[in-house]
């Protein structure tokens, strides 16, 4: 079900690495009441083909990260039998991005009562071009009893690969907790 409904949407998500600087949206059903939420389960992540992101490393990260924000929200996983509320799922993308800047410099001399009047010089353009990597997590949050999707958050960001393991899990729960920061939405709780 979750797989469907992920793919039907097309969810993309962000990988550990980013933080601060997360362009982060949301979206909810307006009519849900998520005050009555209170346990959740796990859906199975999809898999994007990129080794990268779907490797057990990254998915045990981002839903530690998640779990540690719904725990201090008051959340609770699902135990035993229990029937949850909701289910989490996420997904991920890891995209290449080049971004090309052209900045126009000058040079000469200029016109002035102390240099005796006159221009000289002449615009040089200087183009730089940068590679980088562009990460996207989608938390999905579904009703467990419809399964249908009620919560969206989408954060976009730029990865860093190269940070240690500590760093990169310190920087995916402050993304997770800047994506969840509007969940449960104030609108019926």
Not at 54 to 62: C, G, H
Not at 84 to 103: H, I, K, N
Not at 148 to 161: A, D, I
Request: overall charge positive; some cysteine.
């Amino acid at each position: 079900m979750w797989q469907k409904l992920a793919s039907s949407v097309g969810i993309t998500l962000v990988v550990a690495g980013c933080g601060a600087g997360v362009k982060v949206s949301t979206d909810f059903d307006p009519q849900q009441n998520f005050g009555r939420y209170q346990t959740y389960i796990w859906a199975a992540p999809p898999q994007t083909g990129n080794v990268r992101l779907d490797s057990d490393l990254t998915r045990r990260r981002i839903q530690s990260a998640v779990d540690e924000v719904l725990s201090g929200k008051g959340f609770r996983p699902a135990t035993g039998n229990e029937q949850p509320d909701f289910m989490v799922g996420y997904y991920a993308a890891l995209d290449s991005r080049v971004d090309v800047q052209t900045v126009n410099t000058y040079s000469g001399w200029g016109w002035g009562p102390y240099y005796g009047g006159g221009y000289y010089g002449g615009v040089y353009p200087t183009t730089q071009t940068r590679y980088y990597n562009q990460g996207t997590l989608i938390i999905d949050i579904a009703d467990a009893g419809k399964k249908q999707l009620v919560w969206r958050g989408t954060g976009e960001s730029e990865v860093h690969t190269q940070s240690d393991p500590e760093r990169r899990q310190r920087a995916l729960v402050d993304a997770v907790q800047q994506i969840m920061q509007g969940f449960p939405p104030k609108a019926r709780q």
